[in-house]
C-alpha cells in the first residue's frame, strides 16, 4: 500500500445526488454540476480531510451503479474537462480523489450487452455476459442472464473472460492516468477474488501508488485480501458495532468487535466509517443523540482509514428503505456552497474538526492496536497504541457520572473529563474523552 495512504482521511461524496442530477435521466440546462463540487472543497479541508472519495461519475441510466461507459463521465454531471478541473482543484490543495469502479455488472444499455440482445449468439461481447440461450433462438428473443442480486437492470459480467479482465484494467487505468488516486470497487465481494488478483497488478504496474479498497460486507476480510491483493475493504463488522453497542448500551459488543479489528489490522488497515450512501445516516441510526460524539471518538482513534460521508459531519438525518429509491433519503442534493448550510450543524462540525484533528496529529493511529481496560455496559476504556506511541480512550454512555480506571494519564487531548490521580478519569453522564499517556 502507498506510503500517503497513512495519512488518509476521505470525504466521502454522492455526487450525482449531491448536485441534485438524480433522479434526472437528461442533462439539465446550465453549467455542468460537477463543477459545484470545486465550491465544496475548501470546506472539505476546513474538516481535516485529505482525499475526496466519489461515488460513482460515469455515465449510468439512473443512480449510477448501472453503468452504460466506463469511459464517458455521466452526462448529468457534465464531461472530461469538468473531471479534469476538479482534478486540478483538488491537486491545487493538495487532496487526493479515490473513484467508485463498477466492474461486477453494468446497465441494460451498456453497448456490450446491447449488442447481445440485437446480435445474439454471435456477438463479440457475448462472453462479457454469464447468458443462457433458447435452443432455438431467434432475433428478438432476450437470453437469461445473470444479474447483481435479483436486480434485472444490473447484468452481471462473467469474470472468466478476458476480454472483461482486459475491458477492466484499461477503464481503471484511464482514469488513474487522469489524475484519480485510487479505487473503491463497488461489490467486490460478489467479483471472484482470482480476477482481481489477474486485474490488480496489472493496474499497480502502471500506478504503483494507486489505492485499491474493494467493499466487502461480511465474511473472511483477510482472506479476501490475500485472495484478490486489494489493499483493503471496508469494516462494516465494526460499523455496525459502532451504533449497535452504542443503541444497546453493550459496549461487550464493541469489545468484541475491536479484538477482531486487531486480527484485521495485522494484516492490512480496514476502511473505516460509520456512515456511507448505502446506509441510514448515524445520527438516525442511534437512539440517542448525546452518543454520535462516542461513535465518532471510536471511528477516529481506532486503526484503519476513516472515511466521513458528507452530511455526516452537520448530523444530517436521513434513513435507508428496502424499498425501489429508498436510498434517496441518505443521497439528497446540497446546497450551492458551505454558506448556505443550516447553522444546526455547526456543532456538530465543530466536534468532526476536534476529532479528525487529533487523527491527523497521530497518524500512527493508522495500524494502531486496541487493548480494553475496563468494560462494562456502559463503561468502556481503551488503550490504543503502535507499540511506541499511546493514547487513553474512555466513554461513558451512561446516566450518571463514572468514575473510571485508566492507565496512568498526562493531559487530556480531545471531550471532557476530570484526571483524578493516579489512575482515574471521571466522566460526567454521556460523556467521552481521549487522553494522552
Same mark, same amino acid.
Do not use: C
Given at each position: 500500500m502507498a506510503e500517503w495512504v497513512r495519512h488518509a482521511l476521505w470525504w466521502q461524496v454522492y455526487p450525482l445526488g449531491f448536485v441534485g442530477a438524480y433522479p434526472a435521466r437528461e442533462p439539465?440546462?446550465?453549467?455542468?454540476?460537477?463543477?459545484?463540487?470545486? !465550491?465544496?472543497?475548501?470546506?472539505?479541508? %476546513?474538516? &481535516? #480531510?485529505? +482525499?475526496?472519495? @466519489?461515488?460513482?461519475?460515469? =455515465?449510468?441510466?439512473?443512480?449510477?451503479?448501472?453503468?452504460?461507459?466506463?469511459?464517458?463521465?455521466?452526462?448529468?454531471?457534465?464531461?472530461d474537462a469538468d473531471?479534469?478541473?476538479?482534478?486540478?482543484?483538488?491537486?491545487?490543495?493538495?487532496?487526493?480523489v479515490l473513484l467508485d469502479g463498477v466492474f461486477n455488472h453494468v446497465g441494460r444499455g451498456h453497448p456490450a450487452f446491447r449488442a447481445?440482445?440485437?446480435?445474439?449468439?454471435?456477438?463479440?461481447?457475448?462472453?462479457?455476459?454469464?447468458?443462457?440461450?433458447?435452443?432455438?433462438?431467434?432475433?428478438?428473443?432476450?437470453?437469461?442472464?445473470?444479474d447483481f442480486e435479483g436486480?434485472?437492470?444490473?447484468?452481471?459480467?462473467?469474470?472468466?473472460?478476458?476480454?472483461?479482465?482486459?475491458?477492466?484494467? !484499461?477503464?481503471?487505468?484511464?482514469?488513474? %492516468?487522469? &489524475? #484519480?488516486? +485510487?479505487?473503491? @470497487?463497488?461489490?467486490?465481494? =460478489?467479483v471472484p477474488q482470482e480476477f482481481w488478483a489477474g486485474v490488480l497488478p496489472q493496474v499497480r504496474a502502471a500506478h504503483p501508488d494507486a489505492y485499491l479498497v474493494g467493499e466487502v460486507l461480511h465474511g473472511d476480510y483477510v482472506e479476501f485480501v490475500h485472495g484478490s491483493t486489494v489493499d483493503a475493504v471496508?469494516?462494516?463488522?465494526?460499523?455496525?458495532?459502532?451504533?449497535?453497542?452504542?443503541?444497546?448500551?453493550?459496549?461487550?459488543?464493541?469489545?468484541?468487535?475491536?479484538?477482531?479489528?486487531?486480527?484485521?489490522?495485522?494484516?492490512?488497515?480496514?476502511?473505516?466509517?460509520?456512515?456511507?450512501?448505502?446506509?441510514?445516516?448515524?445520527?438516525?441510526?442511534?437512539?440517542?443523540?448525546?452518543?454520535?460524539?462516542?461513535?465518532?471518538?471510536?471511528?477516529?482513534?481506532?486503526?484503519?482509514?476513516?472515511?466521513i460521508y458528507a452530511g455526516d459531519e452537520q448530523a444530517f438525518r436521513g434513513v435507508k428503505e428496502d424499498r425501489n429509491a429508498g436510498d434517496d433519503a441518505v443521497r439528497p442534493p446540497f446546497p450551492a456552497t458551505p454558506a448556505?448550510?443550516?447553522?444546526?450543524?455547526?456543532?456538530?462540525?465543530?466536534?468532526?474538526?476536534?476529532?479528525?484533528?487529533?487523527?491527523?496529529?497521530?497518524?500512527?493511529?493508522?495500524?494502531?492496536?486496541?487493548?480494553?481496560?475496563?468494560?462494562?455496559?456502559e463503561q468502556l476504556v481503551y488503550e490504543v497504541s503502535d507499540g511506541s506511541e499511546r493514547l487513553v480512550v474512555a466513554l461513558n454512555i451512561g446516566d450518571a457520572t463514572a468514575d473510571l480506571p485508566v492507565p496512568q494519564v498526562r493531559e487530556l487531548l480531545a471531550g471532557a473529563a476530570e484526571i483524578r490521580p493516579p489512575a482515574q478519569l471521571r466522566l460526567e453522564p454521556a460523556g467521552w474523552a481521549v487522553a494522552s499517556r
Open positions: 439539465q440546462p446550465g453549467p455542468h454540476p460537477l463543477r459545484r463540487l470545486e !465550491a465544496w472543497l475548501d470546506y472539505a479541508i %476546513e474538516l &481535516g #480531510a485529505s +482525499g475526496l472519495a @466519489l461515488g460513482p461519475v460515469f =455515465a449510468s441510466e439512473t443512480h449510477g451503479y448501472d453503468i452504460v461507459d466506463h469511459l464517458r463521465i455521466d452526462p448529468r454531471l457534465g464531461d473531471f479534469d478541473a476538479l482534478i486540478a482543484a483538488a491537486r491545487r490543495r493538495g487532496l487526493r447481445v440482445l440485437e446480435q445474439g449468439p454471435a456477438a463479440p461481447t457475448a462472453s462479457w455476459f454469464r447468458l443462457t440461450w433458447p435452443q432455438q433462438w431467434q432475433p428478438g428473443v432476450e437470453p437469461q442472464y445473470a436486480h434485472g437492470a444490473l447484468v452481471a459480467l462473467d469474470h472468466r473472460s478476458s476480454d472483461v479482465r482486459s475491458h477492466v484494467v !484499461a477503464v481503471m487505468n484511464h482514469w488513474l %492516468e487522469r &489524475g #484519480a488516486d +485510487g479505487w473503491r @470497487l463497488d461489490a467486490a465481494y =460478489a471496508t469494516q462494516y463488522e465494526l460499523w455496525k458495532a459502532i451504533w449497535s453497542s452504542l443503541n444497546e448500551r453493550n459496549f461487550f459488543e464493541l469489545s468484541w468487535a475491536l479484538d477482531r479489528h486487531n486480527t484485521f489490522l495485522e494484516a492490512f488497515a480496514p476502511l473505516t466509517f460509520v456512515g456511507n450512501h448505502d446506509v441510514t445516516r448515524v445520527a438516525s441510526r442511534l437512539t440517542d443523540e448525546r452518543h454520535l460524539a462516542h461513535a465518532l471518538a471510536i471511528l477516529l482513534t481506532v486503526g484503519g482509514t476513516p472515511s448556505e448550510l443550516a447553522p444546526f450543524g455547526r456543532p456538530t462540525f465543530a466536534l468532526h474538526q476536534e476529532l479528525i484533528g487529533l487523527r491527523r496529529r497521530h497518524p500512527w493511529l493508522h495500524r494502531a492496536r486496541t487493548r480494553v481496560v475496563h468494560l462494562a455496559n
